[in-house]
């Protein structure tokens, strides 16, 4: 039997994965949409507000954790993954540790994943449809309503660390997944046990204690959420601790022993760009609006919009040690046409003046 009997199933599965490998995925597995605990998690993590500002991830109510209610007819889901971490001679802690260097999330040194990720899913369905005639898909990347983490978990991915990130065993952390729902009854492939033992070392790294127990994040501390999701005032009491890092926060994956075993990508989109894996925060905060938006072009760090850009530079610069030039940079901003800039910029004249 081949995978050009519609009911092999079995055989098409494999095929699948064949061509998800081909398209550049690293891995591929697929689940049902029983997402067994999640739901009930979800719901308590919410009730705590955890959440912050994110409203979306209320909003879609129980679609977020049923599959078939978000796309009806949904069987399985295809899960990929695809690793991102840059093929530089790269060292993330020198930067981390160098307080005038800016350091910014190795997920987003390069282009914006999601319209890649999400045209290799088009593709991907696409060769199922050419192996098996018309079948229903819906590609996902990173969207609201689908939680990708209890799927990719369930797809044999990976588990989900203590810092609430899936790991993988043999490759680490440093990956986006992007998921295909179809209504193919393809087989399922097995979850795979949790290994983190007794380790807990992403929850006592993690400057802000956001990782409030294990399991369990508490997104208003996280700084990826403070400086790439939230549009406002960043609570005072974190600032000092986010130390000089401007866009996201790798601290809790950069100590998983795990990510010994991660490995580089070969995407070109992924390889850093305007020098982001290691500028300095005068020069990035000397960058206009229209500078921003230029260099930011095809970049997740867009979305920010260049007032949130200067905020969370300014409160690296607040961080890093005074010197002449820190201060004339943030006095250059003292009048920013943006109270959230001014504020922010005050602030760290503040630290540096006193
Ligand atoms: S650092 Fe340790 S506790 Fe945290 S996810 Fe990795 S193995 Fe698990």
Not at 27 to 46: D, F, R, Y
Not at 245 to 260: E, Y
């Amino acid at each position: 039997m081949n995978s050009k009997d519609p009911h092999d199933y079995a055989a098409l599965a494999q095929n699948i994965k064949q061509w998800a490998k081909e398209l550049g995925f690293q891995a591929t597995g697929i689940t049902h949409t029983h997402l067994g605990s999640a739901e009930q998690q979800l719901t308590a993590w919410l009730d705590q507000g955890y959440n912050g500002t994110m409203e979306y991830m209320a909003e879609h109510g129980t679609m977020r954790s049923r599959p078939q209610a978000l796309i009806p007819g949904t069987q399985r889901i295809i899960s990929v993954r695809m690793d991102y971490l840059a093929d530089i001679d790269d060292d993330p802690l020198k930067t981390l540790k160098s307080p005038n260097s800016a350091y910014v999330s190795r997920y987003a040194l390069g282009r914006d994943y999601h319209k890649l990720i999400r045209s290799r899913l088009v593709k991907l369905a696409n060769k199922i449809r050419d192996e098996i005639g018309v079948f229903d898909s819906r590609a996902f990347v990173d969207t609201a309503p689908v939680m990708e983490k209890p799927i990719a978990s369930q797809a044999g991915h990976g588990w989900i660390g203590k810092h609430c990130i899936v790991v993988n065993r043999e490759a680490g952390s440093f990956f986006f997944f992007g998921e295909l729902f179809t209504n193919l009854p393809l087989p399922i492939d097995n979850a795979t046990d949790d290994h983190c033992g007794s380790c807990r070392r992403c929850i006592d790294v993690c400057p802000t204690q956001a990782i409030i127990a294990p399991y369990r994040l508490d997104a208003r501390r996280c700084i990826s959420y403070l400086t790439n999701t939230l549009q406002e005032s960043i609570p005072i009491e974190l600032r000092p601790l986010i130390g000089n890092r401007i866009f996201g926060c790798d601290d809790c994956q950069l100590v998983c022993p795990w990510n010994q075993y991660a490995t580089k990508s070969g995407e070109p989109d992924f390889m850093p760009r305007q020098g982001l894996n290691d500028a300095q925060l005068i020069d990035l905060f000397a960058w206009t609006e229209q500078e921003f938006l230029d260099r930011m072009a095809g970049s997740a760090i867009r979305r920010i919009g260049h007032n949130c850009w200067l905020r969370n530079i300014a409160i690296a610069l607040g961080n890093a040690p005074t010197s002449n030039e820190i201060i004339t940079a943030l006095k250059s901003r003292v009048d920013h046409k943006s109270e959230l800039v001014r504020e922010h910029v005050t602030w760290a004249l503040t630290r540096h003046l006193i």
